[in-house]
């Protein structure tokens, strides 16, 4: 009985995990049908540059989050202007580009961190215990904060002026520049909340797991299965496909130890994608 | 009278014709030749790595024909290799034998494969089969005893005992029939086949190509020669280990396609030398090295669009002003 419930709270803490960092990602395809391959060394880098306020410049974990998430919007400005709009359309190059950003800030962060292992001080100390569970605040604080952007930035889209203008780029380039949308500034603004995402989720899981040059691989591989079972078009899609994934992540390697969890789980995606390969709540999209 | 210098006349179109295949034989003389001068172990390593990658990154580029972008290639190398590695431990085959038999059962992995993801169409093509590459891996994690799981597979017969010539001269054979054969394939009917269902797939089904059998005709041939690949590491390297054919295998391999040119087989042959040569020259730089190949990836992408084959032409046309097979991008 106890395992059932630690595994319920388990499972929601993970999906949470995962949804919060594939909520970037997740931005970008949709809205720009971009797939930000870099989106894995994004998320790590703002984990890194929240780091080196909170320890370098004594800052409070929260203004260093505030401000991680501020340069790494600007550096998705940079990112969308140089490395993203020469070649929207081009898939095959927009893989090179990213595969070149993502080397580029992997070595840059493994020269200066070297074989280091460091995490960000946790952001919210303690532990609740309600019964037979204990869940750590910090748990709870990323579980809330992953919550908040989904809803803020289901709002946003839906609702906000910018939100509806980057849904009717999503749906025909031409035609909503031919109703006044100034289409690149809406890319950048799209950029740049994309790669604000990322740079929370590096932040808040810095400090849940530890910092690596190399997290963002595994991560982009969760997120990739979640956006692509949820599919082009929606966004709150993955919602569900978060819970879905950690579901499979909470519970199988309790009845299957090791390593074969890992193989089940990707056999169960792989049937999931064939059963309808555009995402359960999406439509198809040509890139 | 001008104009007689546009059509060359018959003796000088005869003799530009063999010009192309005469450098390309001396080029592969030049090549075999090469050990007799710089016989360092090392230097024979790092061009056997070259020839193995060569099989994988031109199949790869063959299945791309089709239409299809598969990114799984370094599982289906894993595939080959680890069954190369069991057959040759566990069943105590010559590596003569395992490696064709390890070869077809990898192609017929892939057309296994091929079957259910041969009706998704190209971004779902290419996640299905990332996720079948990631999968497999894991399967090769969760192994046990069979294939050694995250510490690697050891016990596999070696080919050749003593230095590396015999194998310099074995793996540059396979890479030359290899090239060979895919070339045939290309431009044999088949191969016109898929270039077909590549342009346009209702059109190509309204002529009566069947365009599911030729899909999986396609991962299958490529399979094969990653399979042959992977087997050859093998028996080449003797220790095999999940970590070599992971994700990041297949982007590399992906990365030579597209660096040299997926236009034509020479891309991905000129893509595997320069990405594995150029950082061996920059070896000092030891952390530093991955920025010359992020350099060379940046170069590529943003000067040479299609790839280091067409530096010719981009050459070509600098100098004359032509715009001869520029890319015409058409509003949406």
Redesign the interface.
């Known amino acids: 009985m106890e395992l059932a419930v630690a595994t319920v709270v388990n499972w929601l803490i993970i999906s949470s995990m995962y949804i919060l960092t594939a909520l970037g990602f997740a931005f970008l395809f949709n809205m720009l049908r971009i797939?930000n391959f870099a989106h894995g060394a994004i998320y790590m880098i703002g984990g890194y540059i929240c780091y080196i306020f909170i320890i370098g410049m004594g800052f409070n974990n929260w203004v260093a989050l505030v401000l991680a998430t501020l340069i790494v919007a600007a550096f998705g400005v940079f990112l969308e202007r140089f490395c993203f709009r020469?070649?929207v359309g081009?898939?095959?190059?927009t893989?090179?580009?990213c595969?070149?950003i993502v080397?580029?800030l992997?070595?840059t962060v493994?020269?200066m961190v070297g074989e280091k292992t460091m995490a960000i001080p946790p952001f919210a100390e303690g532990v609740l215990r309600a019964g037979p569970i204990s869940v750590s605040y910090e748990r709870i604080v990323t579980f809330a904060i992953g919550a908040a952007l989904l809803v803020i930035i289901l709002w946003f889209v839906n609702r906000t002026k910018w939100g509806q203008q980057m849904q009717a780029i999503s749906q025909h380039?031409?035609g909503a520049a031919l109703q006044g949308i100034n289409v690149y500034r809406i890319s950048s603004i799209a950029f740049a909340l994309g790669c604000a995402l990322a740079a929370v989720a590096g932040c808040l899981m810095g400090a849940y797991l530890r910092l690596s040059p190399f997290m963002g691989?595994l991560m982009l591989?969760k997120v990739?299965?979640i956006v692509?079972l949820a599919g082009a078009g929606s966004l709150g899609g993955i919602l569900i496909t978060g819970l879905v994934l950690g579901a499979l992540n909470a519970a199988l390697p309790v009845l299957i130890p090791?390593?074969?969890s890992?193989?089940v789980i990707?056999?169960v995606?792989?049937v999931l994608?064939?059963i309808r390969?555009?995402g359960f709540f999406g439509y198809?999209?040509?890139? | 009278m001008s104009d007689t210098n546009l059509i060359p006349s018959e003796p000088e179109k005869s003799q530009r014709k063999w010009i192309k295949p005469a450098l390309l034989a001396g080029l592969v003389v030049i090549i075999a030749l090469l050990p007799l001068l710089l016989s360092s172990p090392y230097f024979l390593h790092i061009m056997i790595l070259t020839f193995i990658y060569i099989v994988a990154a031109v199949s790869l580029r063959t299945i791309t024909i089709s239409g299809q972008?598969p990114l799984a290639h370094g599982a289906f190398m894993g595939i080959g290799a680890y069954l190369a590695g069991m057959a040759s431990r566990f069943l105590n085959w010559s590596p003569w034998l395992t490696i064709p038999s390890a070869a077809l059962v990898t192609m017929g992995i892939g057309m296994l494969i091929g079957y259910?993801?041969a009706?998704?169409?190209?971004?779902?093509y290419a996640?299905?089969s990332?996720?079948?590459g990631?999968?497999v891996v894991?399967?090769i994690?969760?192994g046990g005893a069979w294939t050694g799981?995250?510490s690697g597979f050891t016990g596999i017969q070696p080919m050749f005992g003593g230095s590396k010539m015999a194998y310099y001269y074995f793996f540059l054979g396979l890479a030359l029939v290899s090239i060979i054969a895919l070339y045939r394939f290309e431009f044999s009917r088949i191969g016109i086949n898929l270039k077909a269902i590549a342009q346009s797939y209702l059109v190509a089904s309204s002529v009566g190509i069947n365009e599911g059998w030729y899909r999986i005709l396609a991962v299958g041939v490529g399979c094969f020669f990653a399979g042959l690949a992977g087997a050859g590491y093998a028996h080449y390297n003797m220790v095999l280990s999940p970590g070599s054919f992971n994700?990041?295998a297949t982007?590399w391999l992906?990365?030579y396609v597209?660096?040299g040119g997926?236009g034509s087989i020479a891309g991905p042959i000129i893509g595997t030398f320069i990405l594995i040569l150029i950082p061996e020259f920059f070896r000092d730089l030891k952390?530093?090295s991955?920025?010359i190949?992020?350099a060379i990836?940046?170069i590529?992408?943003?000067l040479m669009?299609q790839g280091l084959v067409s530096l010719p032409k981009l050459v070509r046309s600098w100098f004359t002003g032509s715009r001869k097979g520029e890319r015409v991008t058409h509003?949406?």
Do not use: C, K
């Not at chain 1, 081009?90 to 190059?93: A, Q, V």
């Not at chain 2, 009706?119 to 779902?124: D, K, M």
């Open positions: 797939l020469p070649f081009d898939f095959n190059r893989v090179m580009i595969i070149a080397v580029i992997q070595t493994n020269i380039r031409i691989d591989v990739l299965i692509m090791g390593a074969a890992d193989a990707i056999t995606i792989i994608l064939l390969p555009m198809e999209v040509e890139l | 972008f259910p993801f009706r998704l169409r190209t971004l779902y996640m299905g990332l996720f079948f990631i999968g894991y399967i994690q969760a799981g995250y994700f990041m982007l992906v990365m597209l660096i997926i952390m530093y991955p920025y190949s992020a990836l940046i590529i992408v943003y669009p509003a949406d």
